[in-house]
DNA sequence: ACAAAAGTGTTTGTGGTACACCCATGG
DNA sequence: CCATGGGTGTACCACAAACACTTTTGT
């Protein structure tokens, strides 16, 4: 979390606004707005490790607004649905839903004229697929590199830039995955449910950005309880080498398995 | 985060919905779901430290829904606010906004049927107030403790409960709350700009929930560079004990100062 | 002198990285 | 028997909690 990579959320923003001094009762929606309704989307940052680097699902806009560019996934949000499940809806057209091994609520961005056909909010979600399975995706989507520079590669014809603000979503998103990398289980979202640790290590160094030691990872998931070994092994490969042991992960939900590492509450309780 | 107290977020759906397959262009919102606008609101868990315990700030409902009950802070969003800009406006109604040393974005929570009188869309903020300062608030507004029950005091004929879905909106501020003082510079919002180490203390256990001593405070703060002397000091009290030195916080912004704990980069990098 | 509160020094323990070494297999 | 990759053992280190002890004040 929370860690680095630890997301700092919208505190960005400071102080300003004049003092309004009414009391008394007041309906939900008074005060100087003018109590709007305004269309919500909902978006997603899907993530999956492939080839050794992490990616983004993202589909190609065929028309206006940011015709062209590269935009997350989602859309409009039903009349009567819930925002998870929104969500879910919206990505079983891009991706089989069965397949997203964690969801999560990210971040809401409301900033007036971040659509330029009228005012939209966004509600984006985190979703994590694990790496040995391919889903069926429609001809006008594509993994992307998730790396630094999001998506935009300059000169090149292929992908022009990310439509509105979704760079910065998916900013936010790796950060999320980053921190909680590291103090909760959600490795279980990346890998398939049996691995070698060698395996996870490499997709550990792709969603961290940097190099992950397969001994001391085994050593850290162990005493933390998260993984477990499944008794099985697999032959080594043709350039021999001591066969490697299969691990699972032991829960297959989201935990948080490294709780307070500071400021811990007296032993006593 | 964390850590104990770190959020899981909107973690606990799981899936479920149907595969969809569509291809080729879909305007932004296309799908089963009738494009729709929905009202918006922005809602603030205002915390600030009050004789020893956390406080929320919440003002009573006049009238229905939820007449008589406690609800947080907020309203609805205006035509062409910003969602940060709105919950700034609106607390300037209840608390000085200037009191406000942090405000971050929560969460948002779109459960159709979370108002009764239509669909309502809400995004949470966490705020915070220094424990020094005693802002003005209207009549219908008071400083409830944060403690476990969030607000219920049962057969006590005052406050009944709190309306629509704002009890576990609170309990996700205390959590979010509790995660960001282990690992981020936080404290500087809930304390005032100079502090002893016992004042220092008293704040971060009743943020945390549990005994903070003084001695290793000091030390896990000012090694992490967060805090630092004043180099004044006040004089001991009636009862004697030595004078205590003042300390103030060295950023008034939020800080991550305790990045990755595991998992972190191999040294040389 | 004594009590009270603040502050320091020291011990102990834990959790993590780094690195050398041992193990099992294929050629 | 050697190269290759997996697995273990161990040294080291940073950080933090616990606690005894010292310092500085008031009465």
Not at 234 to 260: N, Y
Request: contains cysteine.
């Amino acid at each position: 979390m929370e860690r680095t990579g630890v997301d700092i959320d919208g505190a960005d923003e400071t102080a300003g606004g004049t003092l309004v001094r009414d009391s008394g009762a007041r309906p939900v929606g008074a005060a100087s707005g003018e109590a709007s309704k305004a269309a919500h989307e909902v978006l997603a940052v899907v993530f999956q490790i492939r080839e050794g680097r992490l990616c983004v699902l993202l589909w190609r806009r065929a028309r206006p607004p940011f015709e062209g560019c590269w935009a997350l996934p989602g859309g409009r949000l039903g009349a009567a649905e819930g925002l998870g499940e929104s969500i879910r809806r919206q990505l079983a057209q891009k991706v089989d839903v069965r397949d997203l091994t964690h969801l999560e609520q990210l971040e809401t961005r409301g900033d007036p004229d971040r659509h330029p056909h009228g005012r939209t909010l966004a509600t984006a979600y985190l979703g994590l697929i694990p790496a040995d399975i391919d889903p069926v995706i429609p001809r006008d989507t594509r993994w992307h590199p998730a790396a630094e520079p999001p998506v935009p590669e300059p000169s090149a014809p292929e992908p022009p830039a990310m439509a509105f603000d979704h760079a910065a979503i998916v900013g936010s998103a790796r950060r999320r995955l980053r921190a909680k990398l590291s103090y909760t289980n959600v490795g279980f979202a990346l890998a398939p449910p049996e691995f070698t640790m060698s395996q996870l290590s490499r997709y550990y160094r792709a969603a961290l950005g940097h190099d992950v030691a397969a001994t001391n990872l085994r050593r850290v998931l162990l005493r933390r309880g998260q993984i477990e070994e499944t008794g099985e092994s697999v032959p080594s490969g043709r350039s021999g080498g001591r066969p490697a042991a299969l691990f699972r992960f032991r829960a297959r939900r989201l935990e948080i398995t490294d709780a307070f590492a500071v400021l811990r509450p007296p032993a006593g309780c």
